[in-house]
């Protein structure tokens, strides 16, 4: 995303550290647990992390800004089968987590009390070596859960992604890197549309896609036709084209957008 908003990347994967003259930034390739306490701390100005990370840090300093759509996740609570069913019922009993901070202040919310057990993986072998009652942790399919004789059960924790935060402090620069990041989401969200279309069409056809604001509308050589162009959502586009080519539109032309400002 870094790339397709015009910032310099790093080729090699090891580097940690990577100056963008050109756009005046400076890129630092963090631990994801510890960015939240670099930016909460005034020491870098803005990070890319995951809401959970952030949760978890616990940071005064570090808020969230833009949620970026990716590495989506969902933390759920989870125990031997049929042990347990609501979350109240955990209140005095052991929880293993990689999330102790993210699992405290959502159980404190509710008046829980437990003894929190930190691990940094594997929390799932918690219950059955015997060091926690249930667990705290990313669920995706269930499939590891299962594999390890637990199921989930309570409400959910956290439905996390990858976010923007930022520090204390608004830094100079940010609004911009903002409104890039912004441009390749809308980009990859978004495809151009154009087709021909008999000008008596038109208030049938703004209906099936009338765009973010409204469609460019440019005349024809031939009077009674126009030439249409419209941002459609990606997920729409066969749909549309369906829809306008039925209606008695031609020449439908599909291209990507490589970056936008809305």
């Not at 896609?209 to 126009?226: H, I, Q």
């Amino acid at each position: 995303m870094l790339a397709e908003a015009g910032y310099a990347g790093r080729r090699d994967p090891k580097t940690l550290h990577v100056i963008d003259a050109e756009n005046d930034a400076e890129f630092f390739f963090l631990r994801p647990k510890d960015i939240a306490t670099y930016v909460g701390s005034g020491a870098i100005d803005v990070g890319i992390t995951g809401r959970d990370l952030l949760l978890d840090a616990r940071m005064p300093g570090a808020r969230e800004i833009e949620a970026l759509g990716f590495a989506g996740s969902t933390f759920r609570f989870a125990a031997p089968t049929g042990r347990y069913t609501e979350v109240s019922e955990l209140d005095g009993l052991r929880i293993a987590t990689s999330y102790p901070g993210l699992v405290d202040a959502f159980l404190d919310e509710r008046d829980i009390a437990v003894d929190l057990v930190p691990l940094d993986g594997a929390v799932e072998s918690a219950v059955r070596l015997g060091v926690a009652d249930a667990v705290a942790d990313v669920v995706e399919t269930g499939t590891t859960l299962r594999q390890a004789g637990l199921e989930v059960f309570g409400p959910v924790i956290l439905q996390s992604e990858a976010v923007l935060i930022a520090g204390p402090t608004d830094a100079e620069g940010a609004e911009t890197l903002l409104r890039r990041l912004r441009g390749v989401m809308v980009a990859r969200r978004f495809v151009m549309i154009d087709y021909d279309l008999p000008a008596a069409l038109l208030d049938e056809a703004v209906k099936i896609a009338g765009g973010v604001e409204s469609p460019t509308v440019s005349p024809l050589r031939d009077p009674e036709w126009v030439a249409v162009r419209v941002m459609v959502a990606r997920t729409r586009v066969n749909p549309v084209m369906d829809a306008l080519y039925a209606l008695g539109a031609r020449a439908i032309l599909v291209t990507a957008i490589h970056n936008a400002r809305l």
